[in-house]
């Protein structure tokens, strides 16, 4: 079920550091049904450690991805924030790649087909990969050609047979997933041409240090990532890294663009410009990382005891938004049924389900007002402007929101 790396998965070193040990927790999207609560018995070792020669903070344990991905609850958000988003991003890409007319575009770990969608609509020929059943079912209803794998240079050959090279390959957040990123390359190598533009959206590590976003690791996370570790990992292979862009998207990501060596397209000037804004953080030094676990430290002090002195006064608190981010925070807090009554959430798959750890259950987001409890905690907290700007009933009935990170804190309602 799962093992422990003993090299870093970008630049093969063995110079490997602990940095942050947050014990055993459930798997973060092991989202239960009440019947099956009793008999769950995962608790597994979550541990950071930091490359101290290309700075990448990666779990220390891998979790077989079969256990990981064949019953899945993460469900690409449709909230305007990432519509925008995705849109935003679909436009970028196209009118940067230097495509011909109708271009193939393959995104790999493809959810629901929601990003596909932006790009169907613009005239391109679209496929997506999806290993979980149960989403892969939803977009291909949806009307987004999905093939039911997972992507690696095994399944590259017979995309490659089946449908061709892509002129666009697409990742949202599912670098971060993979163990054997050498596979991907070669897999990616595969699927691609020489003008081919590769594209992934990744959580940056820069913003993981600076916003303490702790709570973003979990088992399915196994990488965070600086543009200094994408530099090693495609130092000998066919690709280099053309491009990086910033977005605030999930607390902090960057899309970081390959091309084949032998590409015409010249690298982008904000490739360097990252690599010496890492250089100056000094983010490959563990002296850097214990101020971070001082601050994990003390979210995880300071939290806990707010939702306690809350719930003393009789109090009654939620969750808000079931997201994976926000079992590893319940779960490494200490919070659970004792101190809180349930979490709302607009995923269908999640509601009437327990979150795995605190065991609190999941009820759909019509709850909030039905009920009207005292406080909301943010789980969802890289959505807070738009929840919070949203649900202003809520808070005019005398409800307020708490926000975890980077500081526990209760949002006071301006009107």
């Known amino acids: 079920m799962i093992y422990e790396r003993t090299h870093c998965r970008t630049c093969g070193s063995k110079n490997l550091r602990l940095i942050l040990d947050l014990g055993r927790t459930a798997l973060a999207n092991d989202f239960l049904n009440p019947e099956e609560v009793a008999n769950y018995k995962i608790s597994l070792p979550l541990r950071v450690v930091l490359c101290q020669d290309c700075s990448l903070v990666q ?94 240079a095994a399944s590259a050959n017979k995309i490659r047979a089946d449908w061709g090279a892509a002129d666009l390959i697409l990742g949202r957040h599912v670098f971060a997933h993979i163990d054997d990123l050498r596979d991907l390359l070669a897999g990616l190598e595969t699927v691609s041409h020489k003008e081919t533009l590769i594209a992934f959206e990744v959580p940056y590590l820069v913003d993981f240090f600076e916003r303490t976003e702790y709570d973003t690791i979990y088992h399915e996370h196994l990488s965070y990532i600086p543009v200094r570790a994408l530099e090693a990992l495609v130092k ?23 091309r084949h060596r032998s590409s015409k397209v010249a690298v982008h000037e904000s490739v360097a410009k990252a690599l010496e804004g890492e250089r100056r953080m000094k983010l490959a030094e563990p002296d850097t990382w214990r101020k971070f676990t001082e601050r994990v430290d003390h979210i995880r002090t300071e939290l806990p005891a707010l939702i306690r002195k809350l719930k003393s006064q009789g109090k009654r608190i939620i969750g ?96």
Not at 94 to 119: D, Q, Y
Not at 236 to 244: E, V, Y
Not at 323 to 329: E, F, H, I, M
């Open 320 to 415: 808000y938004g079931a997201s994976a981010k926000g079992n590893t925070l319940l779960n490494t807090c200490g919070l659970g049924i004792k101190e809180m009554n349930y979490v709302i959430d607009n995923t269908p798959f999640k509601q009437n389900k327990v979150a795995p750890g605190s065991w609190l259950p999941i009820r759909p987001p019509e709850t909030l007002l039905q009920e009207q409890p005292d406080f909301a905690l943010l789980l969802a907290w890289n959505f807070a402007p738009e929840i919070i700007g949203r649900e202003t009933e809520f808070q005019k009935r005398g409800g307020r929101f708490i926000v975890p990170i980077p500081e526990p804190k209760i949002i006071e309602f301006r009107a």
């Open 59 to 152: 779990l220390a344990d891998t979790v077989d991805p079969k256990i990981l991905y064949s019953r899945y609850a993460y469900i690409t958000s449709t909230s305007r924030t990432m519509d925008a988003h995705l849109n935003d991003q679909s436009a970028h890409l196209l009118s940067i790649g230097h495509f011909g007319a109708r271009p193939k575009i393959l995104e790999i770990a493809s959810n629901t087909g929601v990003f596909l969608k932006k790009f169907k609509a613009r005239g391109c020929e679209v496929l997506g990969v999806e290993p979980a059943e149960n989403i892969c079912e939803v977009a291909v209803k949806s009307g987004i050609p999905t093939r039911g794998e997972f992507f690696n």
């Open 236 to 258: 000998d292979s066919p690709f280099s890294l053309f491009r990086i862009d910033h977005y605030q998207i999930h607390g902090g990501s960057i899309l970081f663009h390959l």
